[in-house]
């Protein structure tokens, strides 16, 4: 939609100056109404995040700043020629909030995500140093995304009960990484199960995506060559069934879901499993 904006505006732009320049000047406006408005556009984008205060606390989900991400995430992956694949998006429930779990693979996974579901409402927990990233950090403060502290429990504990609330106010759908932190060798470590009890205590449906290539098609988005990445919505967990889990039984769950979709070649060994499933497997 940005981008067919910009080239309207551009287009008009040319026809303008066709009249009094001829051919070759219509050209030469198309070409660079594109950049100029494009420059225009990205000056409105930082303008709008610039005066966002991270520091009051957002109370509702803002429909312009989502209109406004998702504007930008179309305009980048159809410049960036990222072809992105999603399978199984029929599945995602169409009624009520959830909890979206998925492997982590890149920074743009979330974008990607996005893209794949634009009605979702999604917002993400994103670790605490993403406050302070220019535009992003002001984006996701709008659109309730929430910032963990992962080296503190107790500030943890607080975010996980403030998705809870965002859940159970039907304020917004909450996308989760339950690996922490990006994976650098792609494989599938295993999970931080406190993220599950957002699930469990707002009595929601899990659904259980995996994204493959998001690495490879961040990289060539950076060096400005085409790529491809898929998006794949694996299973829904019903509410009643994440439910009558333990954390650590339902990460295993997922965890093998995954696997199941991605392939044993992404599985990690035992040393990268997290303590809670390490300590339930010495006790079995």
Request: glycine share 6%; net charge neutral; aromatic share 8%.
């Amino acid at each position: 939609m940005l981008l067919l904006m910009i080239m309207c505006l551009a287009l008009l732009t040319a026809v303008a100056i066709g009249f009094i320049g001829g051919f070759a000047a219509a050209i030469a406006a198309f070409i660079g109404g594109c950049i100029a408005w494009t420059i225009v556009a990205a000056l409105l984008l930082m303008i709008a995040c610039a005066v966002v205060d991270k520091e009051k606390e957002q109370e509702d989900d803002s429909k312009f700043y989502r209109w406004l991400l998702h504007l930008w995430i179309e305009f980048i992956i159809t410049i960036g020629r990222v072809k992105v694949v999603c399978k199984g998006a029929e599945k995602l429930p169409q009624d009520g909030r959830f909890l979206l779990v998925c492997n982590h693979q890149s920074d743009i996974d979330p974008a990607l995500l996005m893209h794949c579901f634009p009605k979702g409402q999604l917002a993400f927990i994103g670790k605490k140093e993403t406050k302070d990233m220019p535009f992003i950090g002001a984006m996701m403060h709008k659109l309730l995304c929430q910032f963990i502290n992962r080296e503190n429990d107790r500030e943890a504990l607080k975010t996980i009960l403030k998705c809870i609330q965002l859940v159970k106010e039907d304020k917004a759908s909450i996308g989760v990484f339950p690996e922490g932190y990006v994976s650098l060798d792609g494989k599938l470590r295993h999970f931080r199960g406190g993220v599950f009890k957002i699930a469990q205590k707002a009595e929601v449906p899990v659904v259980v995506c995996t994204l493959r290539d998001a690495k490879k098609a961040m990289d060539r988005l950076l060096q400005l060559q085409p790529s491809q990445a898929e998006v794949h919505l694996v299973e829904v967990i019903s509410a009643e069934e994440a439910k009558s889990m333990t954390t650590v039984e339902l990460g295993e769950r997922i965890y093998e879901s995954m696997i199941a979709d991605l392939g044993e070649e992404y599985r990690t060994d035992e040393k990268g499993m997290h303590p809670d499933l390490q300590k339930q497997r010495m006790e079995q």
